[in-house]
């Protein structure tokens, strides 16, 4: 009988049954009740899966996952469609992956039939216990639902983890450059002021990403006679990413922002960033496309297939956050820290370091920046080349939300910290 306390054993055992359910509905209805035509065969058979899958749902939800919330609205219109997904897309995976590839090897196919059974059985119950039968809580968390200001638990909170959140006494500014003779000069010129005028603590970080034009020689002179500004050569193979990930290995700030050399990004949006961390919170991410956001001189077709990729990540992972792709951000160094490794060479670091911060639970808030297109040099993102990589590391990291299970996910006391700008609901 203890076997039986075990969940996965209750949920194989729960499948069983359904599936004996399926098959007794399919018999009454083509033997008892006339469906014996070659339509009405394949009427009883969906009707006999929605029926059973329907049946297998209450199972699970009453003996597998006991508990949770009954109201009409969550079961009808959240868990069932949800369960529904969930069943789809384990027997999906079993059609179009795992019986192809198994096949095309040589593989028998009643062992075939095994193996895709159980990892389908696996699918589906790894996405039910993580999306369709986890218990809803009566409070949302940071960072995955908009906070409550008014909630006297989180204002003790906020308050408790602000008094001990150390300042940030030092501000880094990470800035990848390559081939950027043209604009680099000027780009930390306007730093240095912005952040003077704001009796910001600063020191700027440039990682000199192999450049083949005068780069280097002009960080060598601008570091002669200004002490907060030093570069270093980036010593893994060329690539934005690497570039990012060699200044961040590198920064001696508390926190760190990363601008990009061609002077598209706000010094005037740098102080707010600051500003907002020495309120305790631990990431701040600007938005060029909410009220008060804007961007100059965007290339038409270039904002139209920026668009598509934030809209993309903002239904998966099921936040009100629309400009992930951005690389304008500040951290503070325990994010950093706790988001290594960094595995994205390119430009997809854009995307991996936001979400990690997200789905292992630091706080943030969002505020809208300004944005204008580069005046000297060329861009060297490469929209063509990009696709299949913000692809990958987006899917890369939904499988961490949805298979880690908390592991990464920081204490709640700490994960609740923090007021989400009214900005971030606004578009």
């Known amino acids: 009988m203890k076997l039986f306390q075990q969940r996965i054993v209750k949920f194989l055992f729960g499948g069983g049954v359904a599936a004996a359910f399926n098959l007794l509905l ?75 590839l198994l096949d095309k090897l040589g593989v028998d196919y009643g062992i075939n039939t095994i193996i895709g059974v159980l990892l389908s ?149 740098l102080v707010n960033y600051y500003h907002k961390l020495q309120e305790g919170y631990e990431c701040v991410f600007g938005s060029r496309f909410i009220r008060g956001g804007k961007v100059i001189d965007y290339p038409i077709h270039k904002l139209s297939i920026n668009r598509l990729p934030n809209l993309f990540i903002k239904v998966l992972f099921g936040f009100k956050y629309n400009d992930t792709t951005n690389a304008f951000k500040a951290y503070r160094r325990e994010v950093i820290e706790g988001i290594f490794p960094l595995i994205s060479h390119h430009f997809n670091l854009t995307v991996e370091m936001p979400l990690k911060a997200i789905i ?22 490469r929209i063509k080349e990009m696709g299949s990589r913000y692809l990958f590391i987006t899917l890369y990291l939904f499988l961490e939300k949805m298979l880690s299970r908390g592991d990464y996910v920081r204490s709640r006391t700490a994960s609740t910290i923090g007021k989400t700008t009214t900005n971030l609901i606004q578009k």
């Open 26 to 100: 399919i018999y009454i209805l083509i033997e008892w009740l006339g469906f014996d035509t070659a339509l009405l065969r394949n009427l009883a058979n969906i009707i006999a899966i929605e029926l059973s899958l329907i049946f297998s749902f209450f199972i699970y939800r009453i003996w597998v996952w006991p508990g949770g919330v009954w109201r009409i609205s969550s079961v009808l219109f959240k868990q069932l469609p949800l369960y529904h997904l969930s069943a789809g897309t384990a027997v999906l995976l079993r059609i179009l992956v795992v019986f192809p």
């Open 360 to 381: 292992r639970g630091y706080s943030y808030t969002t505020m809208p920046i300004s944005w204008r297109n580069r005046q000297t040099g060329v861009s060297k993102l």
């Open 121 to 269: 059985a696996i699918t589906n119950y790894l996405i039910s216990d993580r999306l369709v039968f986890k218990p809803e809580e009566t409070e949302l968390h940071y960072p995955e639902g908009l906070e409550s200001s008014q909630h006297p638990d989180r204002a003790k909170n906020r308050s408790k983890f602000n008094q001990s959140k150390t300042a940030v006494k030092l501000f880094s500014i990470v800035i990848p450059a390559y081939n950027e003779e043209g604009c680099i000069a000027k780009t930390i010129e306007s730093l240095t002021q912005t952040l003077d005028e704001g009796i910001i603590p600063h020191e700027i970080l440039v990682v000199n990403d192999n450049s083949r034009d005068r780069t280097e020689a002009i960080l060598q002179d601008i570091c002669a006679y200004n002490h907060r500004v030093r570069y270093i050569n980036n010593y893994y193979p060329n690539g934005f990413g690497f570039a990012v990930r060699c200044g961040v290995e590198n920064f001696a700030g508390d926190a760190v922002a990363i601008v990009m050399a061609d002077s598209s990004d706000s010094p005037d949006d």
